[in-house]
């Protein structure tokens, strides 16, 4: 098992203190009606100055999660209930160490649960296998309602640790609904989508088991083609920045907590070279590529535009993630797979300029939203997909990108899933998991980590809480040597002069900051800080004082981010 790339604090944060202070964040704390922190609303998620996805305490969290599609499709359920007990592999996804599931949906599943309309298709589950499911109960019969089975569901991921996120697959309920390019069709509209996200959002208010959602999935096209999404500063119909602040405004007003995932595109326009989105050459849609006035990619992974026009959301901006999607040559075999590509040749050719910077700016984090697929020898006989497969697994592990791996289901056409083909829904296909195995987040000793703060990941008491992940970790022996030991021998980073560094050295750096009358200098609180104490505190190098800054490098010492304190010297 990984000991991966998330490092953990190693110091435990007096409880009294972490349940009030975030260490740090670049929005004010943000409560749903003024709930406080409890089961369903500790587990919040926000994104720091640093561009980390944090917990509401300031810890670095990863998502490292699956896929599993049905409720987008006529199904109305998880495919694959029609074979198996959900309730089961549920447990399996937890106990494999995932604890994160996107699941698509459509705004038309939304809307008829938010109507309580009748469910338009019969819901396809094993009555015998699903009891839990039916109306009639441990006997079998008629499958419940779809909304229904749908919060089982949610019940289920709730006690195995999971978090989910509602990925907006499509307009309308159906199989090839993702092949449509836009967040609206011919029979649900822009307001039609708005009205599902704002509802979906204010249901769940109060349960922090849905922690994201992903407003479209692969917003696409191209002009020759018809309809086609595009990215600048204009407010038509079809531009996705647009509609994607809007689509995050809706979500936020009802629950101000929720991480935002906002795709790419499919093509962004060569300004350098005369293009825009009103003047497409004829010919940069069809093969051979690359396009001639336009950067294409996959659908959904194309980032161009962040640059020119970022995605906006004022006093909400910390609950923004950019989550593109990437496959491999046996999806489609785009040019950049040629051969003796590598991760070297494809982040020069693709990935960098298409989303890499977006991390490497510290603009946002990332969330690869899919990635996935076969590698057998079977479909992958030259094991080109593998190579892409390795190539991206571990510049995700390298930069810490969250995931969400596509799929847990077996019957996706072109990639395979985490479920082996012709095993009706029973056995997993361990290589493939194996593979992935190395990309979920673990501790040092293998335990799978959950992203909720009580509650442990999975069932077979191989998953840790994030409490546990934090809490229950030694001080090592040279946490209060760092620093040079000069300037009347400083314990530089030891800003409550205890003898440790830790994160309530952080802590105090920000009480003193937000409250200096009680917690600054001279403050009358019995732990406000003293001028020993300051003096320890500057510990970022800018010689000015103490700052915001000087909490994050603390917290970064702590997750052996940075060896040293202070963060630079001079």
Request: charged residues 25%.
């Amino acid at each position: 098992m990984a000991n991966l790339l998330l490092k953990k604090s190693l110091a435990a944060v007096a409880a009294s203190v972490i349940a009030f202070i975030p260490l740090y964040r670049t929005a004010p704390e943000k409560s749903v009606n003024g709930a406080e922190p409890d089961a369903y609303h500790d587990d919040w998620l926000h994104v720091n100055d640093n561009a980390e996805i944090v917990d509401m305490y300031g810890n670095p969290v990863w998502l490292t999660g699956c896929n599993w599609f049905g409720y987008n499709v006529t199904t109305q359920v998880f495919d694959g209930v029609w074979s198996r007990n959900m309730h089961e592999m549920l447990n399996e996804i937890a106990d494999h160490g995932f604890n994160f599931l996107r699941v698509p949906m459509s705004t038309q599943i939304l809307l008829q649960w938010k109507n309580n309309e009748p469910d338009p298709y019969m819901v396809k589950i094993n009555e015998w296998k699903n009891p839990e499911l039916t109306v009639e109960g441990i006997e079998g019969g008629t499958p419940k309602y779809s909304f229904d089975i749908w919060n089982q569901a949610v019940e289920w991921c709730r006690e195995n640790g999971i978090k989910i996120m509602i990925d907006i697959h499509c307009a309308t309920t159906a199989s090839n609904g993702h092949q449509l390019p836009l967040w609206y069709d011919d029979n649900y509209s822009t307001e039609d989508w708005l009205e599902a996200l704002s509802w979906v959002a204010d249901y769940y208010k109060d349960d922090d088991t849905i922690l994201a959602i992903d407003l479209k999935n692969e917003p696409h096209g191209k002009k020759d083609e018809g309809d086609f999404a595009k990215w600048d500063d204009s407010t038509d119909l079809n531009n996705w920045k647009y509609a994607a602040e809007r689509g995050a405004e809706a979500v936020l007003e009802k629950n101000p907590n929720l991480l935002i995932m906002v795709e790419g595109i499919e093509v962004y326009p060569k300004f350098e070279e005369g293009a825009d989105w009103n003047s497409i050459g004829s010919d940069y849609s069809k093969p051979p590529y690359p396009y001639s006035n336009y950067h294409g990619t996959w659908w959904g992974g194309n980032f161009r535009g962040v640059k020119d026009y970022p995605i906006d959301l004022g006093e909400y901006q910390s609950q923004l993630v950019y989550s593109p999607h990437d496959y491999g040559p046996l999806v489609y075999d785009q040019t950049w797979f040629y051969g003796g590509f590598s991760q070297d040749t494809l982040m020069k050719d693709v990935w960098h300029d298409n989303w890499f910077f977006i991390i490497e700016d510290k603009t946002a984090p990332l969330l690869m939203g899919e990635w996935g697929g076969f590698m057998d020898d079977e479909h992958d006989a030259d094991r080109r997909n593998r190579v892409w497969l390795t190539a991206l697994r571990d510049l995700m592990i390298e930069n810490h990108i969250h995931h969400t791996f596509w799929c847990f289901n077996e019957n996706s056409s072109d990639t395979g899933g985490l479920i082996a083909g012709g095993t009706n829904w029973a056995e997993w296909d361990l290589e493939k998991y194996d593979f992935v195995e190395k990309a979920l987040w673990q501790d040092e000793n293998g335990k799978f980590i959950s992203l909720d703060h009580k509650i442990k990941l999975g069932q077979s008491g191989n998953g840790i809480s994030l409490s546990d992940y934090y809490s229950g970790n030694p001080i090592p022996p040279d946490s209060t040597q760092s620093g040079t030991g000069s300037d009347d021998d400083l314990a530089y980073g030891d800003a409550n002069c205890d003898g440790e560094i830790d994160m309530s050295d952080a802590v105090l750096i920000m009480q003193s900051l937000s409250n200096p009358d009680k917690y600054g200098l001279g403050g009358t609180s019995e732990t406000a800080i003293t001028e020993k104490g300051l003096k320890n505190a500057d510990v970022s190098g800018n010689g000015d004082g103490i700052t915001n800054n000087d909490a994050l490098a603390i917290q970064k010492y702590k997750l052996n981010l940075i060896s040293s304190l202070p963060e630079t010297q001079g």
